[in-house]
């Protein structure tokens, strides 16, 4: 799918990394966002689609929201996608200052709904 395909589409996002929370095996990695995955959706590892969900201040178990962006690494073999309430316009910065605490390890390129 071209990155440019899912933005503005509504998806429903399963949190297995709640808001708090540590990496489960990155321990220093602790989740300042909620981030999950969208079932049946298959990314670059071959596994469901990771998504971070912004715009969102609570620990959820689940989340349907609009794709404004996707996170792109250029040295990993998946995306991540930026889910957030339908109202909510965020820009590229706000959105990478948003996912630095992972996203700091890798090369990204950034696709965004809002500029």
Same mark, same amino acid.
């Given at each position: 799918?071209?990155?440019?395909?899912?933005?503005?589409?509504? =998806?429903?996002?399963? =949190?297995?990394?709640?808001?708090?929370?540590?990496?489960?095996?990155?321990?220093?990695?602790?989740?300042?966002?909620?981030?999950?995955?969208?079932?049946?959706?298959?990314?670059?590892?071959?596994?469901?689609?990771?998504?971070?969900?912004?715009?969102?201040?609570?620990?959820?178990?689940?989340?349907?929201?609009? =794709?404004?962006?996707? =996170?792109?690494?250029?040295?990993?073999?998946?995306?991540?996608?930026?889910?957030?309430?339908?109202?909510?316009?965020?820009?590229?910065?706000?959105?990478?200052?948003?996912?630095?605490?992972?996203?700091?390890?890798?090369?990204?390129?950034?696709?965004?709904?809002?500029?």
């Amino acid at each position: 799918m071209n990155s440019y395909d899912i933005l503005g589409k509504m =998806v429903t996002v399963t =949190v297995d990394r709640p808001l708090g929370t540590y990496h489960p095996r990155h321990k220093s990695i602790y989740y300042t966002v909620n981030y999950g995955y969208v079932e049946g959706i298959i990314a670059g590892d071959g596994a469901d689609q990771d998504a971070y969900i912004l715009g969102v201040d609570e620990p959820v178990k689940s989340f349907t929201g609009k =794709v404004i962006a996707v =996170v792109h690494r250029l040295d990993d073999v998946e995306d991540k996608w930026i889910v957030v309430p339908e109202d909510i316009i965020l820009k590229e910065e706000d959105i990478k200052n948003a996912v630095n605490f992972q996203e700091q390890f890798f090369t990204t390129k950034y696709f965004c709904l809002y500029k």
